[in-house]
């Protein structure tokens, strides 16, 4: 509440423009195109430190088990 996102989306589309990231039109926007950006932030950070792909998961959901 006390910034506002698109600002924050349009410099994290900044930043990922600048590395060859983010290809379509800074707009401030939340879009496919940001979060695929970010994707491959996170895909790149992670094969250049050589740590594992995880995913997501929450308790409680059915198809989770509980280990």
Known sequence: G????????????TG????GLYTRTIDGKWGSGTSGGMELLVHHYRVAKGLPELWYAWSGHPNVPAA
């Open 16 to 19: 990922l423009a600048a590395v």
């Open 2 to 13: 006390s910034y506002d996102a698109s600002q924050v989306f349009n410099l994290l589309q």
